[in-house]
Each structure stands twice: as C-alpha cells, then as structure tokens.
C-alpha cells in the first residue's frame, strides 16, 4: 500500500510538472528566445551570411561597434553578429553553427571580463535547453559540473519559473512577441539614440566598482573561451580580443 501511495506521489508530481510546463513554455520561449531565433534566421538557417570581418559578443558589443562604419572604412564586408546577454557558452555555440556555413577571414571577439565569472543569470540556459541538441546538453554538463542546468533539464516547472509573472498577466493567450523573425535585417549592430543613464543602477555600480581580480574566474567560461579560440584556428579564422 505505501508502495502504490509513493507511485502515486510520483506520478502526481511528474503530471504537475509537465502541466506547469505546457502552461509556461510559449511564455518563457518568448521572453527569451528571440535573439537566439534571430540570429539562426538570420545567420544560419535561411541564408549565409559571407562577412570579410564578424564581431560577435554580448551587447556591448552590438551596441558599441558599428560594422556599417566599420564596412566603409576598410572596403569591405563587417557584419556585428553579438547577441545581448551573450555568456562564453552561448557565444562558442552559436559561432560554431555560424562558421558551418560562413568562412569569414577575421573574427573580432568581445572578452569582457565580467563573462569569465559565474554567470548567475544563466543566460545559455535558453539556448541550450530549448534550441541545441542532446548531445550539446550533454557536453556542457560534463564541461561545467552544473547542477541547476540539470535540474532545469529534468524539470521543466523549474526551468520555465521565470516565465511565471508573464503568465499571471497573459494566462493561456498567445504571447505577443513574435520569434519568427525576418531576415532581411542582415547586422545585429543597434546605435543606442538616448543617453546612456546608469544612475541608480546597481549592477553598474558593482561592476564599475570591481577589478577583473576580485571575481574568482569560471572555469567552465574560460574553457568555452579556449575552445573558441581553438575552434576559430581548426576553420581558419584570425582571432582579434
């Protein structure tokens, strides 16, 4: 009988996660996979993007180099394919699935240092879980010993939490952000038009405040930078950081 009880248990908690699941994963795939859906349609699904130079980082980089300039300036082809949020992680996959189809002659990286520390916000959680295969799963668990990810894995309630105050405001309609995207729009680069206000903003402040030293480096961030590099050398492709 405490048998048949636990099996029930089980198979109660395991119906609630996946009901929880099927009630949050349009919500959470919407707040969070639109860049990544960009950049596939843009970069690697449809069409190829043949750029002489890329720059790939997180958004200090899509917002701070302007590769039309950059285009004009060197008689050639710039394309600024960063994404906002971009962690080492997201950044070694998504160029991987870039230079499949794309063989540019030089690859401009953004290293900031706050993307060697533990990422806290998980930033490659969305990619990984929802758009890369099994086996990418597999290799990043065993390169960062990370146990939430497997937790977000095995649950999903756990892995679409955050997308819980999106659905107490929408509940079961569609999102409204749409993730198929265009690819007409071929750069990434945003010009900021307004002022730049950081008054008031914490993480500015923490960040200004520290050195590249006094955060303990994550060694699964800099192993997936290695593996950029190295990745960049196997296609061919000049490294500037």
């Not at 958004?59 to 906002?84: E, F, K, M, P, W």
């Not at 819980?164 to 999102?175: D, E, H, I, V, Y």
Request: hydrophobic share 40%.
């Amino acid at each position: 009988m405490r048998f048949v009880i636990i099996l029930l248990l089980i198979t109660s908690g395991i119906g609630m996660d996946v009901l929880i699941g099927i009630a949050l994963r349009e919500h959470y795939r919407a707040a969070t996979l639109v860049p990544y859906e960009q950049y596939y349609n843009r970069y690697v699904k449809e069409t190829d993007a043949p750029f002489d130079i890329v720059v790939m980082g997180d958004s200090r980089i899509q917002h701070g180099i302007d590769t039309v300039y950059l285009s004009s300036a060197c008689d050639c082809s710039a394309g600024n394919i960063a994404v906002s949020g971009a962690t080492m992680v997201t950044m070694y996959y998504l160029l991987r699935d870039y230079l499949e189809v794309n063989t540019p002659e030089l690859l401009v990286l953004g290293v900031h240092w706050s993307r060697l520390v533990d990422q806290k916000n998980n930033g490659h959680y969305p990619l990984l879980l929802e758009l890369l295969p099994l086996g990418d799963q597999r290799e990043y668990v065993a390169t960062s010993r990370d146990l939430e990810f497997v937790a977000a894995k095995a649950s999903l309630a756990y892995r679409y939490r955050k997308a819980l105050p999106r659905f107490m405001r929408a509940g079961f309609n569609p999102p409204a952000d749409d993730i198929s995207v265009s690819t007409t729009t071929r750069d990434a680069f945003t010009p900021l038009h307004n002022e730049f206000n950081t008054r008031g903003d914490i993480a500015f402040d923490i960040h200004r405040e520290l050195g590249p030293f006094d955060l303990p480096l994550d060694n699964a961030q800099a192993e997936y930078l290695r593996r950029i590099l190295e990745l960049a050398r196997a296609k061919g492709v000049h490294v500037v950081l």
